[in-house]
């Protein structure tokens, strides 16, 4: 898959970057029965009703969000990117959308974290730091010089999860988007 997807978000100020090579440990208290897959066709409305959340999250209306966009952009004939779904006794708990783009400052793909997201229910039990190491392992699989992803400012929580996985703040970046 070769996705030519750029998105940037129109409330954030800092970009995080992580280098594809670094590692993490998972937190002892993710509950055992938590299962990581790829999303499905079959899973298009658990990843709408989470984008959905993720909007609400950040003050943005969801009913933008279109399913008929998913089904097309996520699991069509030529998916613009991927998803990992964490289950915990096969009800979804969370997910990671990304893509692989590419560097040209270091002419080598890199691995674009879109979304990570947690239902509420199930943070800090360690289900976040899994679905990250699973996209560090896609990251070095696909021989990524780097994950790059956007955060919000004022989204502490993230920020704090991101540090903890050895991100670094490119405070120096200004981020620009352009509606189509």
């Known amino acids: 898959m070769e996705p030519t997807k750029t ?3 129109s409330e954030i100020t800092s970009t995080l970057l992580v280098s594809a090579d670094s590692s993490s440990s998972s937190n002892n208290s993710t509950p055992l ?3 990581l897959r790829e999303a499905t066709i079959e899973d298009v409305q658990s990843v709408y009703d989470l984008l959905c959340k993720i909007k609400a ?3 943005r209306d969801p009913s933008t969000i279109k399913i008929e966009n998913l089904r097309t952009h996520l699991f069509g004939e030529k998916p613009r990117a991927s998803v990992i779904l964490a289950e915990i006794e096969k009800k979804i ?3 990671a959308i990304y893509y692989i783009g590419f560097s040209g400052f270091e002419a080598q793909p890199e691995l674009c974290l879109e979304d990570l997201y947690i239902e509420e229910a ?3 039990k360690g289900i976040g730091s899994r679905l990250f190491e699973k996209i560090e392992e896609r990251a070095r699989d696909n021989q990524c010089c780097r ?3 956007i955060v919000a400012k004022d989204n502490k929580n993230a ?4 540090n903890k996985h050895k991100a670094v703040e490119r405070k120096q970046l200004s981020i620009f988007r352009k509606n189509m």
Do not use: E
């Not at 920020?159 to 991101?162: G, L, T």
């Open 147 to 149: 994950i790059a992803f």
């Open 159 to 162: 920020i704090d999860f991101y």
């Open 57 to 59: 999250f950040h003050g």
């Open 93 to 95: 708990a969370g997910f």
């Open 33 to 35: 029965n938590t299962v």
């Open 7 to 9: 998105y940037y978000s």
């Open 122 to 124: 199930h943070r800090r």
